[in-house]
């Protein structure tokens, strides 16, 4: 099958491309999943850091 003699390298060369796939789906069906809040000590540390990259 697919010219590959060894079962086991053939074997292996379908698991990666399995997992690849499975990947790809759990990332697709996940991606939206978390919340995007903004904190007020995330605004705080923004303005911070635009404060700092001013001064340089």
């Known amino acids: ?6 079962p086991l390298v053939l074997t ?3 698991g990666c491309i ?3 796939l499975i990947s790809l789906i759990y990332g697709l069906a996940r991606r939206n ?3 995007d ?3 007020q000590e995330d605004r705080a540390w923004a303005l911070e850091e635009k404060r700092v ?3 340089i």
């Open 18 to 20: 399995l997992v690849t």
């Open 53 to 55: 990259e001013d001064e």
């Open 1 to 6: 099958m697919l010219g590959i003699p060894d």
């Open 37 to 39: 809040e903004l904190t």
């Open 12 to 14: 292996a060369f379908l």
């Open 33 to 35: 999943a978390a919340r």
